[in-house]
C-alpha cells in the first residue's frame, strides 16, 4: 500500500524548467524568471504524490525519476493512464479546470519534481501566455493518447501489446535492435487494458510465433514486420 507523501522539500532545485515543453517558447531569462518559483520536492519510492478526488492546483515537473498516474475509479478500479518521466508534466488538467483529479500519482522510483504552487503559477501563465498554450498542447497530445488507446480497447492483447512494443525506443540486443518494458509488467498489462496473467499470454504468443524473444524487462525484436502487421494488416 503506498503512503502519502512522505515528502523532502530541497530548495536546491535543479534547472527543471528548460526541459519541459509547456516552458518551450520561452526566452532563456523567462525561464529563469519562471524556475524562481519552483518548488523542488524529494519523492521516495511508492510515496503518493497527490490522491484521487483530493482538491488540488498544483502543477509539478518530473525532474528525475517517474511518477505513475493512475485513474481510480468510484468502484476502486484502478488502471494506469501513464508514466511520467523528466521532462513530463502533471496537473494541468486540475490547474486549468479547478476540479479534483480522478487520478492518483504515485513515484515508481525515487523521484525529484519541480512544484509550481497554484497562485504562483496563475501568475506566471497572466505574465507569460505562451505557458497556457504549452498546457493546451501538452493536454491536446495527451487526448490523442488516449483515443488512440481507445481504439484498441477492442482488439486483441497481442495486437495492443504489438503497438506498445512498437512504440518504446530501441536498444541495441544481441546483434539486433530490442526494447525494454518500462514499468513493472502488472503496470504495463494496467495501461494496456488487461490483466498480468493476459499480458504474459499475449508476450508468450508473440514469442512462440518468433516476433520477439522475451529475457526478463528485455525484449528483442525478431520480426518487426510481424509486429507490424499484426497492428495493422492493411499494410
Known amino acids: 500500500m503506498a503512503t502519502l507523501l512522505p515528502i523532502v522539500d530541497d530548495p536546491s532545485h535543479g534547472p527543471c524548467v528548460r526541459r519541459v515543453p509547456i516552458f518551450a517558447q520561452l526566452t532563456t531569462p523567462q525561464q529563469d524568471a519562471v524556475a524562481a518559483f519552483a518548488h523542488s520536492v524529494d519523492v521516495p519510492r511508492g ?21 505513475k498516474v493512475t485513474h481510480v ?11 511520467a518521466g523528466p521532462g513530463d508534466v502533471v496537473g494541468e488538467h486540475a490547474f486549468l479546470t479547478g476540479e479534483p483529479p480522478g487520478y492518483e500519482v504515485e513515484a515508481l522510483s525515487a523521484a525529484r519534481v519541480c512544484a509550481f504552487g497554484a497562485s504562483d503559477l496563475a501568475g506566471l501563465v497572466a505574465r507569460y501566455p505562451a505557458i497556457a498554450a504549452g498546457m493546451l498542447r501538452s493536454l491536446s497530445q495527451r487526448l490523442q493518447d488516449a483515443e488512440r488507446r481507445l ?3 477492442s482488439v486483441d492483447v497481442p495486437v495492443r501489446l504489438a503497438a506498445f512494443l ?48 522475451v529475457e526478463g524487462a528485455a525484449v528483442e525484436i525478431m520480426d518487426a514486420d510481424a509486429l507490424e502487421a499484426l497492428v495493422d494488416p492493411q499494410s
Do not use: C, M, N
Open 73 to 83: 475509479a468510484a468502484s476502486g478500479h484502478q488502471r494506469v493512464l501513464r508514466v
Open 47 to 67: 510515496a503518493l504524490l497527490h490522491r484521487a478526488g483530493e482538491a488540488s492546483r498544483a502543477l509539478f515537473v518530473v525532474h528525475r525519476g517517474k511518477l
Open 166 to 213: 512498437l512504440d518504446l525506443p530501441t536498444v541495441p540486443s544481441g546483434g539486433g535492435v530490442g526494447v525494454v518494458l518500462p514499468w513493472p509488467k502488472k503496470d504495463v498489462a494496467s495501461y494496456l487494458g488487461t490483466t498480468p496473467e493476459s499480458l504474459s499470454r499475449a508476450l508468450d504468443r508473440l514469442q512462440r510465433d518468433g516476433a520477439i524473444r
Open 151 to 153: 481504439t484498441q480497447t
